[in-house]
């Protein structure tokens, strides 16, 4: 059995300042034998099929951005398995709607200089399978999403949604870890956001021995992950 610490939805170079360390605080915390990102670690904002903001940096700089954030990822946690999400492979999509095969795109691992994480679709863990979560949603996407495959599952993509919840039958129980996310409100690719009245939940998530667990990250004014304390540090 083992003990999986899962990062949520990170979308470098639009995360928290202080959900790094959030992240390094959690891994001291429960020590876990492996590391799940789960999806979205890239935001890509300027590659999309949507209009982006004009305050926000253009492809080749945002890329810079996050290749430099990115390493410190990787540094942190240098054996992690990164489920791809729907940010991150935009390139892959816009490549694909103009009939670019995907063997002359680069892999990820090779584009962002993570040589020893694994890129993949989803993942397995003591019967537990972890995805990023495209195409869920609701007020319990990972629920829904572990009673259509029958079994438990933890995803992020909803940034408003984090927690545990449950299913049961005769037989069974099943359940759905919503990992909630890392990002910052206040950076220009999350400006889409600013007149929702439902905001995103800055948490991580931790499943030891198959049994989940929701983090939710201290980050309000005098808390240890305040963004205040993070100044100049990115």
Known sequence: MTRVLVIGDVHEPAAHPGYL???QYLEEKWNPDRVVFIGDLLDMHAVSFHASEPDASGAEDEAEQTRRLVSAWHDAFPAATVTIGNHDERVHRMASSVNIPARFIR???DVWD?????WVRDVVIDRVTYVH?????GATPALNAAKKSMGSIVCGHVHSVGGVHWAAGP????????????VDIEHAAMRYGRNMLTKPILSAGVVIDGYPYHEPMPMGRGEPFHRSKFRGKR
């Open 133 to 137: 979560g495209t195409g869920f949603g």
């Open 21 to 23: 360390a959030f992240c």
């Open 114 to 118: 993570t040589p020893t994480w694994k």
């Open 171 to 182: 037989t069974a129980r099943i359940f759905g870890l919503d990992t909630g996310c890392g």
């Open 107 to 109: 892999k990820f691992a």
